[in-house]
């Protein structure tokens, strides 16, 4: 398992951007998957999660609204769409998956996902 999270970079308040989770062109077979961040000098904190089967989405209060977890069709990479960004989404971001089907409440656990990506810079500046 190799998760791979791309898709940051450097953009302005207000902005929008989608990161990406893949497993090396692999399915992504797992029933929950998950984004977490880490901003600067803070722990890493739940994003969203979604389990596919049943649709169960979580999100974080901060980004609710603004930020979407999907899957494409060829279940190969799962989304984050980020928008109305602000000074306070910059983070290293990071997709993660859970070998279990976890239950609604157990998706903001960090120690409930098995495998995680490296990670994806996002800073909102201007």
């Known amino acids: 398992v190799q998760l791979q999270a791309s898709g940051g970079g450097v953009v302005q308040p207000g902005a929008s951007l989608r990161l990406s989770c893949v497993n090396s062109?692999?399915?992504?077979?797992?029933?929950?998957m998950g984004w977490f961040r880490q901003r600067p000098g803070k722990e890493r904190e739940f994003v969203a999660a979604?389990?596919?089967?049943?649709?169960?989405?979580v999100y974080a209060d901060s980004v609710k609204y603004r930020f979407t977890i999907s899957r494409d069709n060829a279940k190969t990479t799962v989304y984050l769409q980020m928008s109305s960004l602000e000074a306070e989404d910059t983070a290293v971001y990071y997709c993660?998956?859970?070998?279990?089907?976890?239950?609604?409440?157990?998706?903001?656990?960090?120690?409930?996902?098995?495998?995680w990506g490296q990670g994806t810079l996002v800073t909102v500046s201007s």
């Open positions: 993660a998956a859970a070998e279990r089907s976890l239950i609604t409440g157990q998706f903001r656990g960090v120690t409930n996902y098995d495998h």
């Open positions: 062109g692999r399915t992504l077979r797992w029933p929950v």
């Open positions: 979604k389990r596919w089967n049943g649709g169960s989405t």
